[in-house]
T-cell receptor, first 117, second 110 residues
Framework: DAGVTQSPTHLIKTRGQHVTLRCSPI?????VSWYQQVLGQGPQFIFQ???????GRGNFPDRFSARQFPNYSSELNVNALLLGDSALYLC????????????????FGEGSWLTVV | QQQVKQSPQSLIVQKGGISIINCAYE??????FPWYQQFPGKGPALLIA?????SEKKEGRFTISFNKSAKQFSLHIMDSQPGDSATYFC?????????FGTGTSLTVIP
């Protein structure tokens, strides 16, 4: 079975541009979460979606947005990119939402490396 | 504000030795404590997890010790191997999100 897949794996953007990152969860998983991991730090929570509804939002500016599609795949969008947005963006999927028995085991993809120049 | 504090930042252990990584938290609402292992260029992978109603959980060479009153938990890697060299993150869940520690870079030397 395929794990969590993310695309693109690497990308370089210029300040002020917009980026869209994509994630396909493990088959049967209905919850997707997005995390930002800056080099040398732990992942920071951005969003969680379950059954296409936003279930949580971390402390990130409104330039960050996301959505989940009927097939449970998800997109993370970042507008007006800043140099500080350079990071590894991780998608994680789980059967249920975080905080529930079926949602506390999350599986990460290998991430999308974003470099803003 | 760091919700979960992790130490040490880096750790070097001889092959066959015990690696110990510690985490502390303040929020008593945290009710699930997983540990993740991350190799360079890869996403974090779940290693072992514990709930606060248990003081210790062991899976193979990996053990979590949990001290609810001190609000601390630790990962012990017994018989450490060079293949264990990776970055380890503790995490805690109060509800709808994971809070991760800052990570410990473990190097096991042959």
């Amino acid at each position: 079975d395929a794990g969590v897949t993310q695309s693109p794996t690497h990308l370089i953007k210029t300040r002020g541009q917009h980026v869209t990152l994509r994630c396909s969860p493990i088959s049967g998983h209905k919850s997707v979460s997005w995390y930002q991991q800056v080099l040398g730090q732990g992942p920071q929570f951005i969003f969680q979606y379950y059954e296409k509804e936003e279930r949580g939002r971390g402390n990130f500016p409104d330039r960050f947005s996301a959505r989940q599609f009927p097939n449970y795949s998800s997109e993370l969008n970042v507008n007006a990119l800043l140099l500080g947005d350079s990071a590894l963006y991780l998608c994680a999927s789980s059967l249920g939402p975080t905080g529930t028995y079926s949602g506390n085991t999350i599986y990460f993809g290998e991430g999308s490396w974003l470099t803003v120049v | 504000q760091q919700q979960v504090k992790q130490s040490p930042q880096s750790l070097i252990v001889q092959k066959g030795g015990i690696s110990i990584i510690n985490c502390a938290y303040e929020n008593t609402a945290f009710d699930y404590f997983p540990w993740y292992q991350q190799f360079p260029g890869k996403g974090p992978a779940l290693l072992i997890a514990i709930r606060p109603d248990v003081s210790e959980k062991k899976e193979g060479r990996f053990t979590i010790s949990f001290n609810k009153s001190a609000k601390q938990f630790s990962l012990h890697i017994m018989d450490s191997q060079p293949g264990d060299s990776a970055t380890y993150f503790c995490a805690a869940i109060p509800g709808n999100q994971f809070y991760f520690g800052t990570g410990t870079s473990l190097t096991v030397i042959p």
